[in-house]
């Protein structure tokens, strides 16, 4: 299980909380044969809120990736805040300009 990235890590634990919100089985081979070890491990902690609230209330930490840190707002939230720090708005209909054909 020392081979796993924080990648693999949160891949595993999104499965989980998959599973749990109703979705499939999390079950498979590749990394997904540390799955029960990840599910002990991550549940085991204090900060942990259950699997429907991966993402949303927790994740996994950046540096030392078996460990649950709490978050200060959801993944969607900061992806929303991303994107709107970072997307143009597109031009209102009428206010476009139109090419000069060639």
């Known amino acids: ?9 949160r891949y595993i634990c999104f499965r989980l909380k998959a599973e749990e919100c109703g979705g499939e089985k999390a079950a498979g081979d590749g ?7 990840v599910r002990e491990h ?3 902690q204090s900060d ?11 994740d996994v930490d950046e540096k030392a990736h078996f460990v649950v840190v709490r978050l ?3 993944l969607e939230s900061e992806w929303i805040a991303v994107i709107k720090e970072n997307a143009i708005d597109f031009p ?3 206010n476009v300009k139109k090419r000069n054909k060639r």
């Open 48 to 58: 942990f809120g259950g699997w429907d609230k991966f993402g949303v209330t927790w």
């Open 92 to 94: 209102k209909p009428g």
């Open 1 to 9: 299980m020392d081979q796993l990235t924080r990648r693999n890590i």
């Open 72 to 74: 200060k707002r959801s």
């Open 42 to 44: 991550m549940s085991d």
């Open 31 to 37: 990394i997904l044969v540390h799955l029960d070890e």
